[in-house]
């Protein structure tokens, strides 16, 4: 963990989150400027900063974090929904810990 990141610190429960789904892998929360009726982030426990940043030994986690977006499609009732990833500050990367932003709709 890289204790100067916010999201570091939230999967340290320094800095309270409203969590959808936790394992020993990620951490699934609410974030707090939602851009779509559920709005959560996707991410690993292992800080990796970008998706540039993914080594061959952390293929895996990204894998599991797209099965863990369609089980929260299916577990919230979703009716459609977006899962993006912005890499680099150019990219619109705010908090350099890879996350996903899973965008749903329920209706």
Same mark, same amino acid.
């Given at each position: 963990?890289?204790?100067?990141?916010?999201?570091?610190?939230?999967?340290?429960?320094?800095?309270?989150?409203?969590?959808?789904?936790?394992?020993?892998?990620?951490?699934?929360?609410?974030?707090?400027?939602?851009?779509?009726?559920?709005?959560?982030?996707?991410?690993?426990?292992?800080?990796?900063?970008?998706?540039?940043?993914?080594?061959?030994?952390?293929?895996?986690?990204?894998?599991?974090?797209?099965?863990?977006?369609?089980?929260?499609?299916?577990?919230? !009732?979703?009716?459609?929904?977006?899962?993006?990833?912005?890499?680099?500050?150019? !990219? !619109?990367?705010?908090?350099?810990?890879?996350?996903?932003?899973?965008? !749903?709709?329920?209706?």
């Amino acid at each position: 963990m890289d204790m100067n990141c916010l999201f570091c610190k939230i999967l340290d429960k320094q800095i309270p989150a409203k969590i959808e789904y936790e394992d020993d892998n990620v951490m699934v929360f609410h974030d707090i400027n939602p851009k779509a009726p559920v709005h959560l982030l996707i991410i690993p426990k292992k800080h990796i900063a970008t998706m540039m940043d993914v080594t061959e030994e952390d293929l895996s986690i990204i894998s599991y974090i797209h099965k863990i977006a369609q089980e929260q499609y299916h577990k919230l !009732g979703l009716k459609g929904m977006r899962l993006i990833n912005n890499c680099g500050e150019k !990219g !619109g990367q705010e908090v350099f810990h890879l996350h996903y932003h899973l965008l !749903g709709w329920t209706e």
